[in-house]
């Protein structure tokens, strides 16, 4: 099939495009490059063996956007394209919700008028809020507590009312817990740029000695050790959930939402421990105060995604840590 990568030089979708590319795919790329470097390309290209067409554009350009669907007569798109700090969708709400809400619209805008069919899109385990019970399933309450997780939310009922206006549409929304890890050529991988906010570009800083040691934002919180705990997912597996939620929307019409997550929990302590078995570092911590809008535990349910999609995470933890390890060697 050709698929169209909505922001695919980024983390999630260059990755995505290794496994779809590599299952026999046409992918194209389309990205502004607002958080991503254009290298990406070249180490894709050096994974691959073969350039990934890339059209440098915006989302909400509809004529663009509509140009791309048409010129490689694309099949399907999956959606990565969008702003996703939360910190930062505090400080500039207008700015999430026009590039992640009103991007959404153009690109329906445009596979409708292209009579393209098929959108995967990537939302967010964020949507869910403060956790009700464990493990989330994809029936617990949604009520995203920050303006990041409303423009998600708002897009999936967008993606609703869509669905349920054309029943010859498939639109999959992929609820993403933490994505971590890199590909194992370490060409790609995660590159904030900064300080990074999110766990395991942190420790993996302080391993390199680029910051001097892990801030643990919180060790009173109601789980096993008292730090926080998520449902961390080596970033090939996610990439071969969407390739499998690919083959889903060959059979199927509809709208549907999946939990993709390895439906366990880890903590910020077990976190650096693995981290510290895989490099052999040492990663000092600095026990602190709760992070404010932190939950005290995440993690996924995935059986409807199992069973639905034939997919499962496979890599642990130590996979995962080797592969930013990797990452960093290339950097
Ligand atoms: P990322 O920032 O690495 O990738 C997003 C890409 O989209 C970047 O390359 C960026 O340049 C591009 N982009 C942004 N706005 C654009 C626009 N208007 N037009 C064209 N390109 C644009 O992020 P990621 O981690 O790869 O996340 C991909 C998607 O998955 C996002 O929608 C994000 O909200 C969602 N998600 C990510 C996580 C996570 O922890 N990484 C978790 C849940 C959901
Ligand atoms: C994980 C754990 C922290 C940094 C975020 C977004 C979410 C989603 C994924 C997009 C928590 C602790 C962290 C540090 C720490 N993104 N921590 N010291 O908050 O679960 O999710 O990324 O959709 O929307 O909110 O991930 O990696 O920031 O934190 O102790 O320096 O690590 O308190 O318990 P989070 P995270």
């Known amino acids: 099939m050709n698929i169209l990568l909505t922001g695919g030089a980024g983390y999630i979708g260059s990755h995505t495009a ?18 991503s470097q254009k290298s990406v390309l070249d180490r894709l290209e050096r994974i691959l ?64 008028v292209s009579n393209i069919k098929t959108l995967i899109f990537s939302s967010s385990a964020t949507i869910y809020g403060v956790p009700q019970y464990l493990p989330i399933d994809e029936r617990h309450p949604t009520k995203a507590i920050n303006p990041y997780g409303r423009s998600k939310l708002h897009i999936e009922e967008i993606l609703a009312d869509v669905a349920a206006s054309d029943p010859s549409l498939c639109i999959v ?51 096993p050790d008292g730090t926080g705990v998520r449902d961390y997912i080596h970033v090939m597996d996610l990439a071969d959930g969407h390739l499998a939620t690919l083959n889903f929307t060959e059979r199927n019409s509809g709208l549907h939402t999946y939990n993709l997550g390895t439906g366990k929990g880890n903590s910020v302590l077990e976190m650096v421990k693995a981290f510290e078995d895989a490099s052999g570092k040492t990663i000092p911590i600095n026990i602190k105060a709760r992070r404010a809008g932190d939950v005290a535990a995440c993690y996924a349910r995935v059986d409807k995604a199992n069973f639905d999609l034939n997919w499962k995470a496979t890599r642990n933890l130590q996979k995962i840590c080797t592969s930013i390890l990797n990452f960093q060697k290339h950097s």
């Open 173 to 223: 929304s992929l609820r993403y817990f933490n994505p971590v890890g890199a590909h194992e050529t370490g060409l790609i991988g995660e590159d904030p740029g900064g300080t990074p906010n999110n766990l395991m570009p942190y420790i993996s800083q302080v391993a390199l000695g680029k910051l001097l040691c892990l801030n643990v934002y919180g060790n009173d919180y109601d789980t």
């Open 18 to 35: 290794v496994a779809l590319s590599e299952a026999g795919h046409e992918v194209v790329l389309l990205d502004n490059f607002c958080n």
């Open 49 to 112: 063996g073969e350039v990934l067409p890339c059209v440098e554009g915006d989302v909400r350009d509809t004529v663009l956007v509509t140009r791309i669907l048409q010129d490689y007569k694309i099949d399907a798109v999956i959606h990565f394209a969008g702003l996703k700090a939360v910190g930062e969708s505090f400080q500039k709400p207008i700015d999430y919700f026009d590039n992640n809400v009103s991007g959404t619209v153009n690109l329906l805008r445009a596979m409708r």
